[in-house]
């Protein structure tokens, strides 16, 4: 059953969590802003977990993520290079592989997020096993909804079989990619489904204005 209210121990770490987030963006954003963000990252994750015990850190690096995202949105942070969004329904397979797919081949030259139109609670094993692989783990990723900040900062935005569903702005590129679905699929499938994402974003990449290696 999904949790909803944090335990004692729980509320200590986002303490703690919010303390370091104030450090972080100090000058940036207030402790009440900050804290507002934690609060709903807590919440957004917490009624789809099936596990408990890492939800603290979950929220802080959701949190962490919307409030770059919000500074790049009010012009308070601009790190100079492109910022892409991958969006699926729930954010176990295929945007969790195209999002480990960009991060190895961009490196810090480009920002990389993704998230889910129905996010699930833990991301698909055979995505992770398939993209083990090919030397690109994500099995420290987790499925998140997408948030308006977040979509707002991005620069690009790819979807993949979230329809009507997907966030719509005015003046934002918009991809979207004809991808099966991995979930409930068999190893050799889902290798098939990675190898086709990698090269959808080998050529997302050679569009974007990405810094030279």
């Known amino acids: 059953m999904a949790q909803t209210g944090p335990t004692v121990e729980q509320r200590l770490a986002l303490r703690s969590a919010a303390t370091r987030l104030a450090d972080e963006f100090a000058g940036v954003f207030g402790r009440e802003t900050i804290e507002l963000f934690l609060t709903t990252s807590w919440d957004q994750l917490a009624s789809r977990a099936t596990t408990v015990t890492f939800l603290p850190v979950l929220a802080e ?97 790819i979807t993949m079989g979230c329809g009507d569903a997907c966030p719509i702005f005015p003046g934002k590129r918009y991809e979207d990619w004809d991808i099966d679905d991995p979930a409930g699929q068999h190893l050799d499938t889902v290798r098939r489904i990675r190898d086709q994402i990698g090269q959808r974003v080998e050529s997302l990449i050679a569009t974007l204005s990405i810094p030279a290696a």
């Open 61 to 157: 690096r959701f949190a962490r993520e919307r409030l770059h995202a919000l500074a790049r949105v009010e012009g308070k942070s601009d790190t100079g290079v492109p910022t892409v969004l991958f969006l699926c329904v729930h954010n176990a397979g295929r945007s969790q592989m195209a999002l480990g797919w960009f991060r190895h081949l961009a490196g810090d030259r480009a920002v990389a997020w993704s998230g889910g139109s129905e996010p699930t609670s833990d991301v698909n094993p055979a995505a992770v096993a398939a993209m083990a692989e090919v030397g690109i783990d994500i099995a420290h990723e987790y499925p998140k909804p997408w948030t308006d900040e977040i979509v707002r900062a991005a620069d690009a935005v």
